[in-house]
């Protein structure tokens, strides 16, 4: 799909590199010639990423122990980074999230939500961008949004605030970082299933009829969004920023298809309908 060469000599950092979504996007990156650092909260897993990718693409892959809901750990991996040279692009990954009835959450539940998606954001992406303005060098900052971030989420409700704040940041620093030449964009995945994500947020009884609520029918395919991700920080899509894609099959508008259920009506059920209607 694209040139090989298309993400040659950008450094780049990933959050929560070490699995899931992270994971593959980080794969698809490494394919494209990237220089990547991964980071995580566990050494050993990161690792291993670092491993298996070292032995199926020949490429060194940097780990960085480091939770992102401490601002000087950020900092600290920062200038451990940036002591073999600038990044070129931040891929904000990190994330957590579970199901959970709102009114029962702790307030340390709610925080902890909070403190990885919006605030472990907002640090490493202040800590690049200053770098980047000091050093008067472009840069990219890519964030994993989720649908919930346009629309909201019952259940998930911390996320779904951390992540609308996250869009919210997108847009204002494209604005604020436009001149320095930095961009900033994100994307809106609908179900791409990874065992971490899936574990904390589908039950069985919710992953059941899960196509059903896609319009193409299928949950995501992981080398999909990796290939959206890596066109969106790559220097083709140099002219995009403050936009957030949404990769969902078309659920995001299934609400607006009336119930959806309709989806596998019969055409002899459609017929019924139109006599009906027609009197
Ligand atoms: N329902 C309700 N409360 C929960 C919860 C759940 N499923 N999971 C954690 N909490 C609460 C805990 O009870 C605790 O609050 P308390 O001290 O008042 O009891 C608080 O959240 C912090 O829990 P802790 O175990 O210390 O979590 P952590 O901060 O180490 O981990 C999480 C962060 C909670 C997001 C954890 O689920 C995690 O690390 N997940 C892995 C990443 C992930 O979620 N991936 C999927 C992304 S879609």
């Excluded at 957590?96 to 709610?110: E, H, V, Y």
């Excluded at 989806?263 to 009197?279: A, I, M, N, P, V």
Aim: glycine content about 12%; hydrophobic content about 40%; aromatic content about 6%.
């Amino acid at each position: 799909m694209f040139q090989k060469d298309l993400l040659k000599g950008k450094r780049i950092l990933i959050t929560g590199g070490g699995t899931g979504l992270g994971k593959s996007i980080g794969q698809r990156f490494v394919e494209l010639g990237a220089s990547l650092t991964i980071c995580g909260r566990r050494l050993e897993v990161l690792q291993k990423t670092a491993e298996e990718f070292r032995e199926e693409f020949g490429a060194a892959v940097a780990v960085q122990q480091c939770d992102v809901r401490s601002a000087d750990a950020v900092e600290t991996m920062m200038n451990r980074i940036w002591q073999d040279g600038p990044l070129d692009i931040l891929l904000n990954n990190a994330a957590g999230n579970f199901l959970a009835q709102t009114d029962k959450l702790s307030p340390r539940a709610i925080d902890s939500v909070l403190n990885i998606v919006l605030h472990g954001t907002a640090y490493c992406t202040v800590a690049c961008g200053r770098r980047w303005i000091e050093a008067g060098r472009p840069g990219t900052v890519l964030s994993i949004l989720t649908l919930s971030a346009l629309q909201g989420a019952p259940f998930t409700v911390p996320s779904a605030m951390a992540k609308a704040g996250v869009l919210a940041m997108t847009k204002s620093l494209a604005v604020e970082w436009g001149p320095k030449g930095i961009r900033l964009v994100a994307v809106a995945p609908g179900p791409f299933p990874t065992e971490g994500a899936w574990k904390q947020l589908m039950p069985e009884d919710r992953s059941r009829d899960l196509e059903k609520g896609v319009p193409l029918r299928r949950v995501g395919r992981h080398e999909e969004l990796a290939n959206l991700c890596s066109f969106l920080v790559s220097d083709q899509a140099g002219y995009i920023t403050g936009e957030a894609v949404v990769i969902d099959g078309g659920k995001r508008y299934l609400g607006g298809a009336g119930p959806s259920n309709m989806l596998d009506w019969t055409d002899e059920q459609w017929e019924q309908l139109r006599s009906r209607s027609r009197g």
